[in-house]
């Protein structure tokens, strides 16, 4: 199994500021790439899918896929106290997701 | 309604008991998934199912016995308990696919194991 990896954070930001989170894979020939959210003791819930380099925005989200450097990140905007979770990057290889160990997110107030 | 529901949310068990999770998905979905989240929060896959037949089975114990009597279905029955199998099992399902979107994870609620 290829692997998919983060920053496992936390990333604290202030309220209101430019929250980035970064992950890279191994696998050249995935095409398709996951933004999940998850709350503490809750299930994790898709924010965003990408699947051609370049920007993907979606309100405050911004997905960034570059395929030559196997890099994906989401960008989120104007940052609130209730975006605080771990953000889990996915990529689809073959019938499956395969996860990165999230990254913590903490936005103070 | 929800879309993906699991039974029951919590078990606590003593170790070497057997004990069985089960799923159900009203998405029309084909495809339903096996996934264990350790302490450290790393999902990772362990069964999936397309149309009642298994697709993937990752390197599981034996302990470990999913079954899907029809495609909105998926029971995961585990045998002789270890400690190290205290976790969070989700279910989810998914539409079979190569393009775009396809792929996307619908999950449970989860269903979280402790084993004393």
């Known amino acids: 199994q290829k692997e998919v990896e983060q920053n496992s954070g936390p990333l604290s930001v202030p309220e209101g500021a430019i929250a980035s989170l970064n992950c890279t894979y191994s696998d050249r020939g995935s095409q398709s790439f996951f933004w999940y959210r998850q709350y503490s003791g809750k299930s994790p819930e898709l924010i965003m899918f990408i699947y051609s380099n370049g920007d993907k925005e979606d309100g405050r989200f911004t997905a960034q896929l570059n395929k030559a450097s196997q890099y994906v990140s989401l960008l989120i905007r104007d940052s609130q106290p209730s975006d605080s979770a771990t953000y889990l990057c996915a990529v689809k290889e073959g019938n499956k997701l395969v996860f990165g160990a999230g990254t913590i997110l903490r936005v103070k107030s | 309604d929800t879309a993906v529901s699991q039974t029951p949310k919590y078990l606590v068990t003593q170790m070497g008991n057997d004990k069985s999770i089960k799923c159900e998905q009203n998405l029309g979905h084909d495809t339903m998934y096996w996934y264990k989240q350790d302490s450290k929060k790393f999902l990772k896959i362990m069964f999936s199912?397309?149309?009642?037949?298994?697709?993937i089975n990752e390197t599981v114990p034996n302990r470990f016995s999913p079954k899907s009597p029809d495609k909105a279905h998926l029971n995961l029955h585990i045998n002789s308990l270890e400690l190290g199998d205290s976790a969070v099992y989700f279910c989810?399902?998914?539409?079979?696919?190569?393009?775009?979107?396809?792929?996307?994870?619908?999950f449970g609620e989860g269903s979280r194991l402790t084993v004393l």
């Open positions: 989810a399902s998914s539409r079979l696919g190569t393009g775009g979107a396809d792929g996307e994870l619908f």
């Open positions: 199912y397309n149309n009642k037949e298994l697709i």
